[in-house]
């Protein structure tokens, strides 16, 4: 075989065409897993129209400070709401693990780059699930949980893995007691109202909050039950909301009627999954629902429900079904 002699020119020259070579490999394996190739496109600017990089549209993370917007996901029999506020972005709970992918593809198409706030209700896996896979995903600015009694600390990998990301990350963690307020800005103020005592069992332990928007409200319970909402009543703080995340996937452990008539909600939302093992929502809490002639949204039947309000009208739109309409 002739061996080919190559000048020095030329090898530099093959060089050239195989550190191209190696760059447009990377670009197009990151591309096609969907992240960023912002940083070689620095290098090299030619990537850019071999990888056309879709733009996020300005002021899709937040309402551009005129609006708000709600999500409740339908993550199955679990939970994970979005709150895009008018300059802070909101995420309650992160439904099981298997769940993960779900949250961060919505949350990539509403253009959330960022989210400011991560609250977990309370460690148990259906809130805390996929947690840790969506904070790797998109940077996370501060957590917020309420602490439980050690004992009932969960020991499964999946909560082991959620402390160790947040020591590792350096995530600033933060505990939520009543009476603290989380501002999204332009006005947009989620307060939290429980849990008042230290509860036996997490459920009651829930972090439940009430968001407040100009003239509209929006209540989120996680699955508090009966006795922390018994507590919440006797406190006297103001309950009115327009819509209303009923606790504990509509469970008969919670919404009491006493509750549900100080809450007194346009609009009633239960995260469920379809033919759930709980027999999830129970028939009590449709049949009080349907004499206060309060819609019951469900995610299970709906797919994703998404509100959007600018502090005086509220819209609605579901993924499926027959509340496509305005308020
Ligand atoms: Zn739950």
Known sequence: MKKIKLTKAQKKKLFSILVVLVVVCI???????????????????FLEEIFPQ??????????????????ILDVGQADCILIQGPEKVLVIDGGESGDASTIIQYLQKQGVERIDYYLNTHPHSDHYGGITQVMQAIPTGEFFHHPVPEEHTPTTRSYQKLIQYLLDSKTKTTVLDPGDTLDLG??????????????????????????????RAFLFTGDAEKKSEKAILESGVELSADVYSIPHHGSNTGMTQKFLDQVKPQYATISVGKDNDYGHPHRDTIQRLSEGEVPCLRTDLLGNIVFETDGKTLSLSTDRGEYQKAA
């Open 27 to 45: 670009a197009g394996f990151l591309s096609h897993r969907g992240e960023s190739i912002q940083p070689l496109v620095e290098y090299f600017p």
């Open 54 to 71: 879709e733009s996020v549209p300005a002021g899709a993370p937040v309402m551009d400070g005129a609006g708000l917007r709600v999500h």
């Open 186 to 215: 332009g006005g947009a103020v989620l307060t939290i109202l429980a849990p008042l005592e230290g509860y036996e069992d997490m459920n009651n332990n829930s972090l439940v909050g009430r968001l407040t928007f100009g003239e």
